[in-house]
């Protein structure tokens, strides 16, 4: 299986994502420009984590624009596999790629620490590595980490199954108290309606390894490698 | 064509939390001024354009937020003020 990992000016977990899927994981993989048009027969594509153009005007706002993202809105459409992880899910959030937005932390700082999480949803392709509702413990890494959308879009986003990640206490408890950021329902991470575009504030790429302290983030990539094969 | 100097208000959309408004209407608060209800804290962006008038500058501006300058999921954005620049 071959990725593609996009570095947009100011991506930072471009080389994490890259040391996650080919050291850890076993796959090949390149980067990609943002400027690139090119992916390069990738059958996955990784938006990392960063601060794509300096947070300027909004995360996210103009690497939406950026040329390789016709390319990124290409593969998605075509049901190819799209995560997008901390800035990487404010970006496709911006493409409305996802639905949402990510805003300030409710506590206005930039959180730099360890979350638990939830596994929800019916997303195959991300999950099937993981049991409903297995807790993981994954960093997080953001200042603009407040998942937000109208209540309509979050039902809708709870009732097909593509809320994939909540914040949650060590023992799977939802509460206000575990959310960091105060995420609309404590969602961490979601899916499209196809399930094959996933975004997520929390890093699993960086929770591959006893080294870092995690593994946990790995079966996210081994799920991938499971469906749509080596 | 004549260059008009637009400004546009863009805040956060009103029921969504807004920490920063928050923080500063709990300090205006502490300092006396109780008749704050709400504080939106947005961006002020001023924008020089070349525009046959004031009306065709303002549409361009409108245009420009709907793409880029406001976050439709989260914020409303508002003219403030048209002038010839």
Redesign the interface.
Known sequence: MKFGIVTFPGSNCDVDALHAVTDQLGQTAVSLWHRDHDIQGCDVLILPGGFSYGDA??AG??AR?SPIMQEVKAHAERGAPVIGICNGFQIL??SHLL???L??????KFICDWVHLRVEGTAPLYLSGYTSGQVLRIPIAHGEG?F???DATLDTLEQSGQVVFRYCEADGTVSAGANPN?AARSIAGITNAAGNVLGMMPHPERAVEALLGSTDGLPLFESLLARVGA | MSRFRVSVQIVPRKGLLDPQGKAVSDALHALGFADVEDTRIGRHIVLDVKADSAAAAENSVKAMCDKLLANPVTEDYVIASTVTA
């Open positions: 005007l909004r706002a103009i624009f959030c911006e639905p949402g937005a805003m300030r932390n409710a506590g206005l407040r937000v959308a109208d105060g």
